[in-house]
Each structure stands twice: as C-alpha cells, then as structure tokens.
C-alpha cells in the first residue's frame, strides 16, 4: 500500500506526461485491431494526430463493433479478447447497452481502483481496523449472454464479484450466490438476514439501495441503530450517486459518526477517488489505462464538439467527460459532467450527467445544483428528502412555466411552505441562469413542490423493472416523462404559493 501511495504522488506530480504516454500505448495496442486499421492508428504519433482523425464517440456509432464482439469476434475494437460484458441503462433505441469489459480494464482499472481506495483510506486513517471484520457489498446479477457462450453480461458490480481474487472474498459477505441474485428483493432479504450475525466493519455500494438494505436489518433485528448490531463499523465506500441528499439518513441509521469516502466508478471504467479526509472531491485516477478528453457545456450538442486535454481545462467549469479506455472505448462520451475543483492535482466532482438537467427555459440546472439546494432546505426545515425527482411545467395560456418536484420524504417539514421557498431561494444563490429567469416571476414562477407518499420511487423502480444497483433515480429531466408516471402511481400533495 506504501508502495502504490508513491506510484499515486507520481502521478500527481506528473499528470500531463503520464495521459500522453498512456495514450500513446492505447493506440499502439490497437494498431492492427479493425478499428486502429479503419483510423490508421499506426500513424498517430501526438494526441493532435488522435482527436483529427478519431471521432467522437457515443454507445450508437460503436454498438455494431460491440455487438459483434458479443458474438465472438474478436480483435475489433480491442486486441486481446473480451468476454465480459457490462450491461448498463440503455439508450433511446436500446433498453440495455453492453460496455466491453477487457482482462486489462478490470485488473489495471477496476481492481486497481478497489486496492488504491483502500491505500488511500488507510494512509488516511493509519489506526482502522476495518481489516478486522467483514465487507458488505450489495452487488448486482450476471447472466450468461445468450449472443455466445463464451460471452457472459451483466452488472459492472457482479462482474467485478463473480472475478475477484480469494483474498477479497474471504472477506467479504455475502456469499457470491446470494450477491449474484437476479430477484432483488428476494435478495434484499436474504442479505439482510445472513449478516446480523457478521462482523461487518465496512460497506460498498450505492447509497439508496444501501439504505433500503440496512433499515431491512433494523426491521429485523429491532434494533434502534446499525452501530447496536455491528458495533466495529467505520466505513461506506459510496458512488454512482450523488451522496448530499443521503448523507443525513445514513447518520440516522447508523448512529454513530463514521468515515464515508466517495468513489467515481462506472461500467465505463474506475475514474476517481476522495483522497482526502472530509471532502467531497475527488482524485482523478490517471494511471489505469484510461485517457481523458473535456467537451465544453456549450459544445455538448455539436455533432463535432471541441475537446480539451487535461492541460487545458480550467477550474470550476463544467465539462462532459471523453474517455479512451483499454477496453476498446474510443473517444466515448460517458454522459457523465464534472467540474475541476483544483488542477495540482486534478481533482474532480461529479456535477451531474448531460441527459439528467432542466433547461427549458434557459435555466441550465444541473444535479449537483438541485442535490444543494434539496440539503439547504431540509436543514432549515428540519426535514429528511429521502428521493426526488423534478421536470419543467410548461407555458400555458394564463400561466408561466416553473419547475416541479415530487419529493418522499423520510422525515416532513413542519412547514411545506418554508421547505419550498427554501429550495427555491437556494436555487437562486446556486446558478445566476436560474435566478435570472425567476425575476418577478417573469420566466419562472415559484417551484411546485408536490409530497408524494413513502415508498412511491421503489414502486416506480419495480414496476419498471428497475430494482438494482445499476438503476438510479433520475433526479432533473428535460421532459415530463418521468414526473407524470410517478404522479400516475400515487397521488401528491401540492405546495400553495
């Protein structure tokens, strides 16, 4: 672990030199694939050469490649075999996409990442005894893929179960045949009633499903608090979400101050790390086989976008992220935005994703804005949010449009009222755009805050067949899509402003 802290300083010290030469390596790996044929990789010789002759990329213009893969050809978009498959949230023409998972990306980048959040933790905490215990991980399902039979798919998180050295499994729980579980209440029963008696010291998942997972246990066991039933718990390792809106229940839950540490993982790749102690940014991980581009917000929508190195983005701007992985991923747009909060060394955070923001009205809200905003109002109400989801109401005849937010809360604001001008005037102090278009009411009237009955997200997930790990709420959307099937499932209260 001492050992790797140095490799990390390294490249910290260094990061510009490490992505050229990383990517230099991408490209010469891939050289007589059929995709480093179709671009002449054999001829690119600086990253000017790469991003003027390789198109951006997105899930639809390299499904084909993929596709093909699944079916077992190999050598197309990567040159050592792939059999493994992540299987994601889909795209507009597909319920599922399948993310290429090479022997390299999941031993130089998914469990290179596992093992480097571990040094870091515990360069951070040289005194845990978090090796003392056992790690509970709610994982996904995998399914052998019916294109091959040597071709297998399913969530990043069962993948990364179903090859994990002995060591890890030793210590982890549960066992691999309850966590590779298809049925996932079935599954959520089964784990909670396996683990009362373990020793659990250490957590990993995301923060919603781990939640339903833990007041489970509490149900169970009749306990007041988590800490009553595994007492030596010290850790959360958390990601895919954002933690903001969460972080307060899990207090309350566990009942007692523990460690949380941020991890930016994906079916994509393993992309960061929270390196310091009581922070919310991450480290960007530069050595494992991934090369990083930047597309500018108002490029995004560009059929060719501009992109940045990571020399030339800036701080506090938000950026959709390009990746160039070893898994045969070229010049793919992830979906994912961040912002840099320092550039010695590159630290990140996640600022949302660029389907998941509202701007009809030119508002340009994104995730990270509404999670802040969502936090500041329940502190000054007292209140707990357990999930939300928000989407624009459009103009109307004798109406001007506003935003409206199907909030579940776990614990109600005394006063709805308060709880939405709150929200509202955070909002305000988080993004200029959207204070702007709230003057005198002009453009955007007051949010329309709508209670809706406990439980109605989970129900939603079911019915859509979305219970699991892979599968997040979708907080802010362009479109009424997602707000109108939740308002047809339960009826909701609405604020009156």
């Known amino acids: 672990m ?7 300083e390294l490249f910290m010290k260094y990061p510009c030199d ?4 990383l990517l230099s390596r991408l490209v010469t790996l891939a050289r007589f694939t059929e995709y480093g044929k179709q671009y002449d990789f054999s001829t690119i010789e600086s990253y000017s050469d790469f991003k003027s002759r390789v198109p951006v990329n997105d899930y639809e213009s390299l499904k ?38 090479s022997e ?11 093992k480097d959040l571990l040094s870091i933790y515990c360069s951070n905490y040289p005194d845990t005894q978090v090796f003392g215990g056992k790690l509970l991980t709610l994982g996904g399902s995998h399914s052998i893929n019916t294109f091959n039979h040597d071709s297998y798919s399913g969530d990043l998180s069962a993948i990364l179960i179903q090859n994990l050295p002995l060591w890890i499994q030793v210590m982890r729980t549960p066992d691999i045949s309850i966590a590779l579980m298809d049925e996932w209440e079935e599954k959520i029963e089964k784990v909670a009633r396996l683990t009362v008696s373990e020793n659990v010291t250490n957590m990993s998942g995301v923060p919603s499903w781990t939640l339903v997972l833990l007041k489970r246990v509490l149900e169970i066991t009749g306990k007041k608090n988590i800490t009553e039933i595994w ?18 229940q899990f207090e309350k839950v566990i009942g007692k101050k523990i460690n949380y540490l941020e991890t930016y993982n994906a079916s994509e790749g393993f992309f960061g790390i929270q390196d310091l102690r009581e922070s919310d940014e991450m480290l960007l991980m530069l050595d494992y086989g991934i090369f990083y581009e930047f ?7 560009k059929e060719f976008p501009k992109t940045l190195s990571l020399a030339e983005v800036e701080l506090n701007k938000n950026y959709a992220i390009v990746i160039t992985t070893n898994a045969g991923l070229w010049r793919y747009k992830i979906g994912d935005t961040v912002s840099f909060t320092s550039l010695n060394p590159y630290r990140i955070k996640i600022t949302g994703r660029t389907a998941h923001f509202i701007n009809a009205f030119g508002e340009e809200l994104i995730v990270d804005n509404a999670d802040k905003a969502i936090v500041a109002a329940s502190i000054l109400t007292n209140s707990h949010v357990r999930e939300y989801t928000a989407a624009p109401i459009y103009f109307s005849d004798d109406n001007n449009g506003a935003h409206e937010w199907l909030i579940e809360f776990d614990k109600e604001p005394e006063d709805i009222i ?3 001008q709150a929200l509202d005037e955070e909002l305000k102090k988080l993004n200029s755009d959207y204070e702007a278009k709230r003057y005198k009411n002009m453009t955007l009237r007051m949010p329309v805050v709508r209670k809706i009955e406990s439980n109605s997200f989970y129900e939603w997930l079911r019915i859509n067949n979305k219970l699991g790990g892979q599968h997040k709420i979708p907080r802010l959307a362009n479109n009424r899509r997602y707000v109108d ?9 609405q604020t009156v402003i």
């Not at 490490?18 to 030469?21: I, P």
């Not at 390299?104 to 596992?114: A, Q, V």
């Not at 099937?485 to 209260?493: K, V, W």
């Open 231 to 248: 007492p030596n718990m010290e850790l959360f390792v958390h990601g895919a979400v954002s933690f903001t809106p969460y972080k307060s």
């Open 2 to 8: 001492k050992k790797r802290i140095h490799q990390i």
């Open 18 to 21: 490490v992505q050229e030469e």
């Open 104 to 114: 390299e990306s999941l031993e130089d980048c998914h469990f290179k990442g596992g």
């Open 295 to 301: 597309i500018p917000m108002d490029e995004i929508e």
């Open 418 to 420: 308060m709880f939405t």
């Open 485 to 493: 099937e939740l308002l047809n499932l339960t009826g909701a209260q």
């Open 64 to 101: 084909d490649l993929i596709s093909r893969t699944m079916h077992g050809e190999q050598n197309l978009l990567w040159h050592s075999d792939i059999k493994w498959f992540a299987k994601s949230s889909g795209t507009t023409s597909d319920k599922s996409k399948f993310i290429p998972v």
